[in-house]
């Protein structure tokens, strides 16, 4: 062992959770360490869309959206169900606004609301259709100065010489069939020029959340140990103390004189984990989570006695496996012109359902694979991933067998293996439904979720339109997911309890680490973000009022 070194606090893992519990102990006067197992900062949360679901925050109140605590409190409840605490739940609820403006105070971060972006069941109570959901606003890459070239990559990148935020993919996804595409994809160009005019190198989404939040522990003083993988946790006196952990070939026990915070993202990249905990088919080629997330911080609490939960789940979509790098279909599935059938070759989902529920209905129903069946309309119509309206799609998705053609209904059905007469009827029935608007059998665009990524330019209904033009399309589908939300169970003080439900002193968690205080649902866009910089602010006061 290269040899001991001592803090007051280590936090395990770089991403959103991890970095705000750390700016906050360090804000608190805690003498801090961070400690990461990748060559970049960031995970999961610099790939990402970076929305944010916090409910009845001051960005929110500001923009004169009518939250309360009450009724995100009543929304949540309903949403999430008696699995989880409803001291857990409130806790996020009462914390989440304040780490909002912790990291507005400590942080070069700002935040927009996502307008319109509704929460995933406006229709029950206390719901928002026009949603509660922020994301940050572009971040001048320069405050990071030689940092930003350790900054974990974005899923997609945004196209050179734009500024590109969450809510306006919506309206990308249009810009060959409503005013308003244009008008953003002139405006994402124009926000770029006059930021790069007063010499800013703007960043937006994941990146500017995770490089603001990497900024903030820049001007806190705190050491981010890239490259250095938790080997395990380190006990003293029956409470954790520390962590052992590996740089260069070497080992070093690196002290807590306070506590330990878990926040090292999921298992959704260990193989042995997924297979023991999830049903199959499951693997690691689908998710699109960050490469280090094999559940080290997890394997980790449960040797020091940690109870885990909701390993089972995760936060599921559903993927296209495009070569190179799994493709997360969202607007795709939900504009109209496409259904989603099974082997039989039936409907059998709301394609525009939030994402988690058909992944669980595909897992309910054994519907592995199944298709997204378009037609050529469609493609003349739509964005597709970075693929303009119009344009063919690429040799290597029909090469590596993600997406079929066919010019008839029954060559498709032969090339996808799905009975060809069952197929046909399916579609058929589902256009009629399209040209009269609505959807009976699976309620696609009854509610104000299923209308956001759609066509409002569509009629009779932005959901549904009829698959009629050949050649027809068939997308392979299958459960993917952003990473998992399995983990160490923890209280309502983010502290990490043992099976019994007693707390093991000196341990915390946060993030993908941790059981989510979402269950096994999802309540709107930045159901996992908010939550792990929540309860990372959580950990970090807690930890800093037991150190007074």
Request: charged share 15%; glycine share 12%.
């Amino acid at each position: 062992m290269a040899g001991t070194v001592e803090y007051d606090v280590v936090v395990v893992g770089a991403g959103a959770a991890g970095m705000t519990a750390a700016l906050t102990t360090a804000r608190s006067g805690l003498n801090t360490v961070l400690v990461e197992k990748a060559s970049v900062y960031g995970g999961s949360t610099a790939r990402s869309g970076a929305g944010i679901w916090v409910p009845n925050n001051d960005v929110l109140l500001a923009a004169g959206v009518p939250d309360t605590f009450g009724k995100a409190d009543t929304y949540m409840a309903a949403v999430v169900g008696p699995e989880v605490s409803a001291a857990r739940r409130q806790a996020f609820l009462t914390y989440g606004p304040r780490a909002i403006a912790y990291l507005q105070k400590w942080t070069p971060l700002r935040f927009a609301w996502m307008e319109g972006y509704p929460d995933y069941y406006p229709e029950l109570p206390g719901g928002m259709p026009d949603g509660r959901s922020i994301e940050p606003l572009a971040l001048d890459a320069n405050v990071l100065g030689g940092e930003l070239a350790h900054l974990n990559g974005p899923y997609q990148a945004s196209p050179p010489g734009t500024v590109v935020y969450t809510v306006d993919y919506r309206w990308l996804s249009l810009v060959a069939r409503h005013p308003r595409g244009l008008a953003v994809a002139t405006e994402i160009v124009w926000r770029y020029l006059q930021l790069a005019a007063q010499g800013k190198k703007p960043v937006t989404m994941g990146q500017a959340l995770a490089g603001g939040l990497r900024a903030g522990l820049i001007a806190a003083g705190v050491p981010v140990r890239l490259n250095t993988p938790l080997l395990d946790l380190h006990s003293e006196d029956g409470r954790v103390a520390g962590v052992l952990t590996r740089h260069d070939g070497a080992e070093t026990l690196i002290r807590a004189r306070r506590a330990v915070v878990v926040a090292s993202g999921g298992f959704e990249h260990n193989e042995r984990m997924r297979k023991q905990f999830q049903a199959a088919p499951i693997g690691t080629d689908w998710t699109i989570g960050a490469d280090s997330n094999t559940g080290d911080g997890i394997e980790a609490g449960q040797r020091a006695g940690a109870a885990l939960g909701l390993m089972d789940d995760a936060w599921w979509g559903p993927m296209i496996p495009l070569p190179g790098e799994p493709w997360f279909c969202l607007s795709e599935r939900t504009l109209p012109g496409t259904i989603f059938v099974n082997q039989a070759g039936k409907r059998f989902v709301n394609e525009a359902a939030p994402y988690s529920d058909v992944v669980h209905t595909m897992y309910e129903k054994g519907h592995i694979p199944c298709w997204m069946i378009t037609d050529q309309d469609y493609r003349n119509r739509y964005l597709f991933k970075d693929l303009a309206p119009l344009l063919p799609y690429p040799a290597d998705w029909y090469s590596s067998g993600a997406l079929v053609k066919d010019w008839t209904i029954g060559g498709l059905a032969a090339k996808i293996g799905v009975p060809a007469a069952a197929l046909s009827a399916t579609i058929s029935r589902f256009n009629a439904q399209a040209r009269a608007g609505r959807d009976p059998d699976f309620h696609r665009g009854d509610s104000a979720y299923d209308a956001y990524f759609a066509d409002p330019a569509n009629r009779p209904s932005p959901c549904l339109a009829p698959i009629w033009l050949p050649p027809y399309y068939a997308f392979t589908i299958v459960p993917g997911d952003l990473g998992t939300k399995g983990g160490l169970t923890t209280d309502a003080r983010a502290r990490v309890l043992r099976p019994d439900g007693t707390v093991i002193g000196g341990l915390y968690a946060a993030g993908n680490a941790s059981a989510a205080v979402m269950g096994h649902s999802y309540a709107g866009a930045g159901s996992t973000l908010g939550p792990a910089m929540t309860f990372g602010h959580v950990a970090g006061l807690d930890i800093a009022a037991t150190a007074r």
